[in-house]
């Protein structure tokens, strides 16, 4: 059974950081492209970015919001997504889930519960 | 950027067929692919590449995709498919775009 858990979550100040982690199961992560998604609350779904796999070389792209302040990266050793988050504001108040997906315009196979983030003073 | 704009609700009768459209420039030259939310859970995808459905959603769910707009239809609607739905699509120019969202109301 495929398996995405989110954790890091939490109340972070604006301008702080946060790390959010993504451990998979169930399915040969290696080969996985891996994407986080957020959702705002109350709000619709945004792609944030998204890594390929290392066989696919492994680069990374994003979103137009968060390209220059969020880092996705990838632990193939320990089957985890990782999505660094620098200089946050408000905007960035989201459930954030990490995804899989095959490739560019495939779709979003399995996704994770996801863990909210809240950027507030 | 490349935009998707869907209708904000829908209302359906139990047993009567829901339509849910996805509009976008050209939209039928891409792979729409449709996911269901459900209150404080996470999107679950119904149709994939216009109109292929995972396996375990119902025959009820399916999908077409022409012109300009994208359709996800509900056939026999049941209480269970209140939800929200969201159209998506890769654009070479805007990566992956997720539509507005439609909450379908089961009356």
């Not at chain 1, 889930?97 to 983030?117: A, H």
Request: net charge neutral; proline share 4%; charged share 20%.
């Amino acid at each position: 059974e495929v398996q995405l858990v989110e954790s890091g979550g939490g109340l972070v100040k604006p301008g702080g950081s946060l790390r959010l982690s993504c451990a998979a199961s169930g399915f040969t992560f290696n080969s996985a492209w891996m994407n986080w998604v957020r959702q705002a609350p109350g709000k619709g779904l945004e792609w944030v970015g998204r890594v390929k796999s290392k066989t696919d070389g492994g680069t990374t792209d994003y979103a137009a919001p968060v390209k220059g302040r969020f880092t996705i990266s990838r632990d193939d050793s320990k089957n985890t997504l990782y999505l660094q988050m620098n200089s946050l504001n408000t905007e960035d108040t989201a459930v954030y889930y990490c995804t899989t997906s095959k490739w560019l315009r495939g779709n979003f196979d399995y996704w994770g519960q996801g863990t909210l983030v809240t950027v507030s003073s | 950027s490349y935009v998707l704009t869907q209708p904000p609700s829908v209302s359906v009768a139990p047993g009567k067929t829901a339509r849910i459209t996805c509009g976008g420039n050209n939209i039928g030259s891409k792979s729409v692919h449709w996911y269901q939310q459900k209150p404080g859970q996470a999107p679950v995808v119904v149709v994939h590449d216009d109109s292929d459905r995972p396996s375990g959603i119902p025959e009820r769910f399916s999908g077409s995709n022409s012109g300009n707009t994208a359709t996800l239809t509900i056939s026999r609607v049941e209480a269970g498919d209140e939800a929200d739905y969201y159209c998506q699509v890769w654009d070479i120019t805007s990566d992956h775009v997720f539509g507005t969202g439609t909450k379908v109301t089961v009356l």
